[in-house]
């Protein structure tokens, strides 16, 4: 049984700390079911670590369709939230309601998620209007990082911290189930996980949130070169892939990979049979 939203409300409830992971094709979403990961994104952090883009602005809702798919198709338990790109839901209401519907109904998520906070208000509430359960996600929103000009802890300034406040209560008083923070300073996250009765999901904004959010490959290590701080590198998968790979090589060329233990025979008579013609054109059995 898939679990809901309210089984999500339920561990906040109980006060346990709810792990989330991004998740973009089979193997990372079976493994992070199996490691017991209640809720996967299918983030558009895909336009970073699976497309190569420097942004997440070039992915399309069809990239989110096509990836829940595979991430829904392959799980069983993880309650599957699928994120709406950049301009799929901003125009207006009505494209925002397509854009959900179409994430639920060919991708196959259980819920969606969207960036901004008090604006976005009536696009929260008519999507969950429509049954939809939203997850919103405020502080730094990686589709505006060309408006914030860069990827900055938000919250610092009193006038910036009042607004996530109010960003925080539009998107509750709206009906989202759960918010991700951003990029909050740690102290303004503990406040609005303190104020708000929904569990806050954060990613950079310190330890007093409900749950935590992290990219898949950020946690493996798979681009060694890069490690954001507010991540953590629980295995160097890059590195030993890196390691492997090379040694593949090594073998392939040196004549040691493949051996006769990863090959196939077949029987004596059709080899021998096969051999007497050597064109191989009357063979009849
Ligand atoms: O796309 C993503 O991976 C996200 C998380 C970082 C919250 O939105």
Do not use: W
């Not at 125009?91 to 259980?110: D, F, P, T």
């Amino acid at each position: 049984m898939r679990l809901t939203i309210r089984d999500i409300q339920k561990l906040q409830a109980a006060g346990e700390p709810i792990p989330m992971l991004t998740a973009y094709d089979a193997t990372s979403a079976h493994l992070g079911e199996a490691a017991g990961v209640p809720m996967l994104l299918v983030g558009d952090s895909l336009g970073m670590v699976i497309q190569g883009h420097d942004s997440t602005l070039p992915v399309k809702l069809e990239h989110i369709i096509y990836h829940t798919q595979i991430v829904s198709r392959v799980t069983q338990r993880a309650l599957i939230v699928a994120d709406m790109p950049f301009m799929t839901y901003n125009a207006s209401i009505e494209q925002a309601l397509v854009s959900a519907g179409r994430l639920m109904q060919e991708g196959g998520a259980q819920a969606v998620k969207l960036e901004g906070g008090e604006y976005m208000g009536p696009t929260i509430k008519a999507i969950v209007q429509a049954g939809i359960p939203v997850m919103a996600h405020i502080g730094l929103t990686p589709q505006g990082v060309n408006q914030f000009g860069g990827f900055r802890v938000q919250g610092r300034e009193i006038a910036s911290a009042r607004q996530l406040l109010r960003d925080a209560d539009a998107v509750q008083e709206a009906g989202a189930f759960a918010v991700v923070l951003e990029l909050v300073a740690a102290p303004l996250a503990q406040m609005i996980t303190e104020r708000l009765d929904i569990p806050t999901i954060g990613i950079g904004s310190g330890p007093h949130c409900d749950g935590q959010v992290q990219v898949f490959h950020d946690l493996l290590g798979l681009f060694p070169t890069f490690g954001p701080r507010h991540s953590r590198q629980y295995a160097d998968a890059g590195a030993a892939m890196q390691t492997a790979l090379a040694q593949y090589v090594e073998d392939v060329k040196a004549r040691r990979f493949p051996t006769m233990e990863q090959a196939f025979t077949m029987k004596e008579e059709v080899l021998a049979a096969v051999q007497a013609d050597g064109t191989g054109n009357h063979a009849s059995s």
